[in-house]
């Protein structure tokens, strides 16, 4: 028996350090049965498997689950023909003759100091499609109109020349997507006093009327990228037909509360009376965007190129400043 016993001792030790096992009750007069941790078992033993000491393998990584589209929920809501609130293509946000309030206080190296001003809007008149003010979708007609004051703050506040423009755009959005075909007339006029000061100025008469095909997509709410391709067929002054307008932008497009956000905008414009060369505007600031989607900004101002103003069609000027803007 003694003998016997010496068998159970180091098992009985193993156990008591791996914790405790449960035990089968049994007869005083059989025998305790051994925990078998592998190897040849004592004679007469009864063996009592251990649990594998290895910890379960974990489950595989699953893979991490694609991001949601932000335009997923658009079509939703019904489309209806409405009174248009807000607009599908909204103005380029770096271009210098799209219809806005503005006001750019500016210098140039060889004119000095200018201030450029903006006078009017672009509102929508009609729509097919969803309510919503600041992710709308469907088809609208638009209306949009502005002049384009430039004055000189040195000279008296002379007014030098003025652009005005009016245009019909039919626009369409669905998605990360928007599209433009749109009509508009653009004419230049000499300030009055300008000239009674400077006799040796050449007056032209620069006009320009031209349909235009324009797209956009919005990778996300936040950023645009587009292109815009115009055609001139009643020219004047100078103008010729061709032009392209590209740029990117990014303008926080939910309602921004009092805090505001920042944005940032690159356009280029290329004109065919410039040989296709053409001018490079950047802004970059603080913007403010209300509950209806109406958008107030300010910041830095920077246009290297060929004027905007097209009775200076054809002179170069690089304009470093500040400003403000606001679109409907």
Known sequence: MVVRSIYYVPALLAAAALGPWPVRAQAQSEAMPVPFFGGAAPPGAEVVPMPPQNPPALPASQPAAPA??????????????????????KPYLAAGREARFASEFVHDKNLGPLWD??????????????????????WQIDIEGA??????????????????????????????????????????????????????????HYSRTALVVGGAYRPTPDWRLY??????????????????????EYSPASPTGWQGAPFLAVNGHLRQE?????????????QWRGQTGRLFRTGLYYFNGMSDQTQFFANSEQLLGVGLWYDY
Do not use: C
């Open 117 to 138: 001003v903006a006078l009017g809007g672009h509102m929508g008149l009609l729509r097919y499609g969803t309510s919503d003010p600041i992710d709308p979708q469907g």
């Open 274 to 286: 410039n040989n296709f060369g053409g001018n490079f505007t950047a802004e970059a600031g603080w």
């Open 147 to 204: 002049a384009f004051p430039r004055l000189q703050p040195a000279d008296s506040v002379d007014l030098v020349a003025t652009d005005f423009r009016f245009g019909v755009p039919l626009t369409a959005r669905q998605g990360h997507w928007e599209w433009k075909f749109a009509g508009y007339h653009l004419s230049s006029h000499f300030g009055d006093q300008f000239l009674y000061e400077h006799p040796d100025v050449e007056r032209i």
């Open 227 to 248: 292109a815009e391709a115009g055609w001139g067929f009643a020219l004047g002054g100078g103008a010729k037909p061709g032009e392209f307008q590209f740029g990117v």
């Open 68 to 89: 949601a589209d932000p335009y997923a929920g658009v079509f939703a809501e019904p489309w209806t023909w409405q009174t248009a609130e807000g607009l599908l293509y």
